[in-house]
Nanobody, 121 residues
Framework: QVQLVESGGGLVQAGGSARLSCAASGSFSRIDVMGWYRQAPGKQRELVAHITSGGSPNYKDSVKGRFTISRDNARNTVYLQMNSLKPEDTAVYYC???????????????WGQGTQVTVSS
């Protein structure tokens, strides 16, 4: 079983910054892509950014230049540094990881429990 535990977020003023962390634990062979998604009230969950195990990032257009995703493979942790936050960034942010399972050597996607980020204007 794999667990993704997120931390960070909270209430931030517009123009401010916040940093999210997500650590994977449990039994697995390795982790490939790790990413952050978000879901605002009444909207579908959307990809914010993801990063490969080799460190190549990809971003949603609206966060390019403001958000930075990074990871520490030794700690099985992914980070999302969010700068110049806007009220429209308000959402529940979810961590996601593609994990190679030990039990059956299949890849499976796992989700964190979500962390609220609220940006006040």
């Amino acid at each position: 079983q794999v667990q993704l535990v997120e931390s960070g977020g909270g209430l931030v003023q517009a123009g401010g910054s916040a940093r999210l962390s997500c650590a994977a634990s449990g039994s697995f062979s390795r982790i490939d892509v790790m990413g952050w998604y978000r879901q605002a009230p009444g909207k579908q969950r959307e990809l914010v950014a993801h990063i490969t195990s080799g460190g190549s990032p990809n971003y949603k257009d609206s966060v390019k230049g403001r958000f930075t995703i990074s990871r520490d493979n030794a700690r099985n942790t992914v980070y999302l540094q969010m700068n110049s936050l806007k009220p429209e960034d308000t959402a529940v942010y979810y961590c996601n990881a593609d994990v190679l399972q030990v039990t059956n050597s299949f890849w499976r996607g796992y989700w964190g429990q979500g962390t609220q980020v609220t940006v006040s204007s």
